[in-house]
Each structure stands twice: as C-alpha cells, then as structure tokens.
T-cell receptor
Framework: GNSVTQMEGPVTLSEEAFLTINCTYT??????LFWYVQYPGEGLQLLLK?????DKGSNKGFEATYRKETTSFHLEKGSVQVSDSAVYFC???????????FGQGTRLTINP | NAGVMQNPRHLVRRRGQEARLRCSPM?????VYWYRQLPEEGLKFMVY????????ESGMPKERFSAEFPKEGPSILRIQQVVRGDSAAYFC?????????????????FGPGTRLTVT
C-alpha cells in the first residue's frame, strides 16, 4: 500500500540552527510529494511540493528533494526562526488518485 | 478570496448524540475532501465528494458516518450516535479539480478544522 513515515518528534532547536525532518515513503504508483505546515489553531498550508524524481521543492527557506532511489523527501532549512514553530506533515498523492496520504507529523519548536 | 471555511471550530457532544460538521469550499472549487486527525496521529482520508456525488468513500467508517455535498450549500459530515473514539480534529479540503494531476489546479486547500470532543 501507500504510506509515509516521518521522523519522530517533537523536535526542539535554537534559533538559527539547521533543521532536517526526515520523511520516507512507500508507494504502489508514482507519487507526488508534499510538505504541509500547521501553525497553532490553523489548518494545513502547503509548504512545498515535488512531482517527479530529483525535483527540488522550495519555499520560505525550506527545501526538499524528491529522491526516488531512497524513497525519501527530507525537509531542510539552513537557519530556523521562532516563527517556524509548527507541526510539519509529509504527504504523498498517487497520480490519478484523489487522496493525500500523510505521515504522523513532526512538532517543531524553535527557542529564541 | 476567502479560504475554506469550517464550522463549528469546536464541537462538544455527549455519547449517543449526533454531530454535524460543515465545510464551505473556496470559491470556484467543486471538489471536497474530508480527513480525520486522531490525537498524535497524521491525517487520514475519509471521503471525496463532488457536487451531489460521492466519488470515493473508502476511508469512511461503515456505520454512523455519512457525507454529502449538495448542489447548494456546504458539504456536511454527519456522525450519528457519537462515541468517545470519534473525538478528533476533522479537516476539510477543497480543490478546483480532482484526479491528482500534475498541475496546481488539483492542489487541496485545507480549512482550519473542527475539533470534536465526545464526553
């Protein structure tokens, strides 16, 4: 079946630290990959996406590269800010399907 | 352009009561998706609807749960005879098109969710 596994949380970092949140997937078809972010009390917002192997999605200083050989889509940011504190979800959708498959989420807290 | 609207934001029901959750998609969107987030878990797909049609309900529990998206008005997720295990956050998303295609037109935009608590 289709599934997404994320790095266990919560993750706590100091401001300006380097961030990596690991995400790996299994898929029966050819997936598109996403990172969503959920700020406190809000719905999910699309952070970035990649639709084919070796694509790099980027937004707001975050990056993730679609690695087909390792079935991974790790999220990185070079220097985090307090405002990046949120829950981050990795997700996939199989082309032609309608439903997103989510990882369990990683809670990130950035301390000043 | 208003985003996806969900109401109520918080809903408390006693065991055995009915819960009705509403979702108004973004303007111009005719595809609606419902997801459930149990405590400390990721979101799980429940159902995908277009206007007046249920397209995929493979994630819906077989009993007590139903969904509709009428020609006029919001999409409704209805839970009859709620139990404590139904306590969760329910998220609605909408898109202008379905099918998981490569273009941005299929992207799902999420509402803020309804947090259901069953006492």
């Amino acid at each position: 079946g289709n599934s997404v596994t994320q790095m266990e949380g919560p993750v706590t970092l100091s401001e300006e630290a380097f961030l990596t949140i690991n995400c790996t997937y299994t898929a029966t078809g050819y997936p598109s990959l996403f990172w969503y972010v959920q700020y406190p009390g809000e719905g999910l917002q699309l952070l970035l996406k990649a639709t084919k192997a070796d694509d790099k999605g980027s937004n707001k200083g975050f990056e993730a590269t679609y690695r087909k050989e390792t079935t991974s889509f790790h999220l990185e940011k070079g220097s985090v800010q307090v405002s990046d504190s949120a829950v981050y979800f990795c997700a996939l959708i199989i082309q032609g399907a309608q439903k997103l498959v989510f990882g369990q989420g990683t809670r990130l807290t950035i301390n000043p | 352009n208003a985003g996806v609207m969900q109401n109520p934001r918080h809903l408390v029901r006693r065991r055995g009561q009915e819960a009705r959750l509403r979702c108004s998609p973004m303007k111009g969107h005719s595809h609606v998706y419902w997801y459930r987030q149990l405590p400390e878990e990721g979101l799980k797909f429940m159902v995908y609807l277009q206007k007046e049609n249920i397209i995929d309900e493979s994630g819906m529990p077989k009993e007590r749960f139903s969904a509709e998206f009428p020609k006029e008005g919001p999409s409704i997720l209805r839970i009859q005879q709620v139990v404590r295990g139904d306590s969760a956050a329910y998220f609605c998303a909408s898109s202008p098109r379905g099918g998981g295609g490569l273009q941005s037109s299929y992207e799902q935009y999420f509402g803020p969710g309804t947090r259901l608590t069953v006492t």
